[in-house]
């Protein structure tokens, strides 16, 4: 587990932790460094700005990672963009950070997937996009759909993703949970970015690349929201029937084709056309929940090296699916637009519903915990039997 810059560090341990990044970087200077040490030194903006050393220590089995990042400072020159002035505040600060690309880890989970070799034992890594606030919503996922266990023979793991929210004291005091809930759970990944709603896309290539170095050989994957009713017994169900061993494409969800870019700054999903000048978006899966191979997560991972961030997560998979020249496809148990919560006066027809799908947007944390157990109460009547 990583802990970084606990105060629990004594003084001699920090002493023996300068020397080693200070040995570190005179063993680099002369490349001398054995190639398979992964050390990363990322530095996303050429200028003149103050190195700050971020160390990321994990001394989780024999690998160890040291990162040194340099500061990634906002881009002023956007300023000078047409129209600027009058973009949306959460826009403007988009572009300012657009380039920055890089966070340091605060919460990591090195041995989730048992190593690169063993990470093919996992069949299903539910990766939930959840933010600090949310400690209800991760919590009934834990007990409910997200439970890691064996399904019909094969593993079934769970990963929640975030950055960090609020300033000072309310930021150390979130941090402080999901570092509880670490030790509890072993199942957040942090990065030191602010968990906006237009940084999810950094989110996303910061866990893709993640997945990359230490689960590459997952078969499958589940991306979405901490809010969402994921039939995950039906998924892998759904995914065992299917020709592919998670070597061959698959991106499938609640499919978008030709979705207009929206142009009202009112919006939350608004894109001005400094941003985007095409009308429409590529084929893409909303980002409720849609389901995908691990081949096509590394596609997308390496295809989003070269294409400038996107503020909307789904749509920008959708763009490096395209350059990949892989297209995503319709799941017809996938409802994650326009449909809410069935009505409260149809009770009786909700679970039997909810039992033929894979996924429906979006359900309170109480709602979640009881339509899971009302979905697996083996005493449950859905006839005439609607299996999918
Ligand atoms: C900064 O923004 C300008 C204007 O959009 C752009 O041309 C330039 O490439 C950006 N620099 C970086 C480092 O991204
Ligand atoms: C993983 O498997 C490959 C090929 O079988 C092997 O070369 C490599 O050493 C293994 N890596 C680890 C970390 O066990
Ligand atoms: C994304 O996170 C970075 C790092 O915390 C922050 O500087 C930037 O303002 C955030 N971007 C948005 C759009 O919130
Ligand atoms: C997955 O299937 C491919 C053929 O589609 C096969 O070559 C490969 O060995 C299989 N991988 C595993 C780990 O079973």
Not at 49 to 70: A, C, D, I, R
Not at 229 to 258: C, P, R, W
């Amino acid at each position: 587990m990583i802990r970084l810059f606990r105060k629990t560090i004594t003084v001699s341990q920090a002493f023996v932790l300068l020397g080693a990044l200070s040995m570190v970087i005179y063993l680099s200077k002369y490349n001398i460094i054995h190639p398979n040490i992964p050390i990363l030194l990322v530095s996303d903006v050429k200028n003149d700005s103050q190195v700050m050393p971020l160390t990321t220590v994990s001394s989780h089995g024999s690998t160890s990672k040291v990162q040194v990042m340099e500061k990634c400072d906002a881009n002023m020159s956007v300023t000078s963009l047409t129209d600027f002035a009058s973009l949306p505040d959460a826009i403007k600060n988009f572009l300012f950070y657009r380039h920055c690309r890089h966070y340091p880890m605060l919460l990591d989970l090195p041995g989730k997937c048992g190593g690169i070799n063993q990470s093919e034992e996992v069949f299903l890594l539910l990766v939930i996009k959840s933010s600090p606030n949310n400690y209800d919503r991760r919590e009934v996922l834990r007990k409910t759909w997200a439970k890691e266990r064996m399904h019909n023979g094969v593993w079934i793991r769970r990963i929640f993703i975030l950055g960090s929210s609020g300033d000072g004291y309310e930021k150390i005091k979130l941090n402080k949970l999901l570092q509880a809930e670490q030790e509890e759970f072993n199942d957040i990944l942090q990065w030191d970015f602010h968990d906006t709603f237009h940084n999810l896309t950094l989110k996303q290539t910061l866990f893709l690349g993640w997945m990359e170095r230490n689960c590459p050989k997952v078969r499958f994957l589940f991306n979405g929201d901490d809010d969402v009713f994921a039939n995950t017994d039906n998924m892998v169900e759904y995914l065992q029937s299917l020709d592919n061993n998670g070597s061959k494409h698959l991106f499938t969800g609640y499919l978008f084709i030709n979705e207009i870019v929206v142009r009202w700054k009112g919006s939350k999903y608004f894109i001005p056309n400094v941003i985007q000048e095409t009308k429409t978006y590529a084929p893409y899966c909303g980002g409720g929940g849609y389901l995908l191979s691990g081949y096509t997560a590394l596609v997308i991972y390496k295809m989003s090296q070269s294409i400038t961030i996107h503020p909307i997560d789904d749509a920008y998979m959708g763009m490096c699916l395209a350059k990949a020249g892989l297209e995503p496809s319709l799941h017809v148990g996938v409802k994650t637009l326009g449909l809410n919560m069935p009505s409260k006066g149809q009770d009786g027809l909700e679970p039997c519903y909810l039992r033929q799908l894979l996924l429906v947007h979006r359900f309170l944390p109480s709602e979640m915990y009881l339509m899971w157990k009302q979905v697996n109460d083996p005493h449950l009547d859905c006839r005439p039997s609607t299996k999918l």
